[in-house]
């Protein structure tokens, strides 16, 4: 009882509550991702306050929406091994974790580029890779088309308005993010000789595990508060 009051409270407070960012207006299209998203945890405005929704991701900042969106916590800066990523850079405790994870690598074993900004296409790549749908991206084409399927096809893109080779901007990665978090996960159900992988939808004997439900231990629910 006291967890659902949890998730229920967590719902209301992501829903009446504004944006909390100047920039960001409550009507938004994106303005649910960035509410939901900043109360998370996964993603923050700038030292001003601002959230920026037109700026582009860069690479380091999205290692660290990746770590974010499994639930890392902060972590702290490490030695990396890309040359151009040192241990003093803000980041480089995110990009090491995400590389260790599989999510994310670099241009070639020492070179990383940071600074570099991030594709739409290349944002769905991570994204699905961090939710296990590699194998399948994989199946159908690899990078970028697989990727661009197994993002469709799972409502990943759903109301994001990037395009392909274009850099993405922060309110479209939200998008994209906010729909990965209550999308279900991949999992490799056999490792007999032949791969099998399937989506932990819920259906027959499979649990419904999402990077909300299994990382940050949240449901999300929608309701109508009316007075008694």
């Not at 739409?120 to 590699?134: D, F, H, N, R, S």
Request: proline residues 4%.
């Amino acid at each position: 009882a006291l967890a659902l009051a949890c998730v229920m409270v967590f719902g209301l407070a992501v829903s009446a509550a504004g944006t909390g960012y100047p920039d960001v207006a409550d009507d938004a299209t994106y303005a649910e991702a960035v509410k939901t998203l900043s109360a998370l945890g996964i993603i923050k405005g700038d030292e001003n306050g601002n959230f920026n929704p037109d700026a582009t991701i860069t690479r380091a900042e999205m290692a660290k929406i990746l770590c974010t969106m499994v639930n890392s916590g902060d972590l702290a800066e490490t030695a990396t091994k890309f040359t151009d990523v040192p241990a003093t850079h803000w980041a480089s405790g995110y990009v090491n974790y995400a590389q260790q994870l599989g999510y994310i690598d670099g241009y070639d074993a020492t070179t990383f580029g940071p600074e570099d900004p991030v594709t739409y296409e290349q944002v769905l790549k991570l994204v699905m890779a961090a939710l296990g749908y590699t194998y399948k991206a994989q199946e159908n084409g690899g990078y970028p088309t697989g990727y661009l399927f197994v993002a469709a096809d799972a409502e990943v893109t759903k109301g994001a308005a990037g395009k392909g080779p274009e850099a993405a901007p922060r309110s479209t990665v939200a998008v994209v993010v906010n729909n990965a978090m209550n999308t279900p996960l991949m999992e490799r159900t056999s490792y007999g000789t032949e791969s099998v992988w399937e989506e932990m939808d819920g259906t027959g004997t499979k649990a419904f595990k999402t990077l909300l439900t299994q990382k940050h231990k949240t449901y999300k629910v929608e309701g109508k508060v009316t007075s008694s």
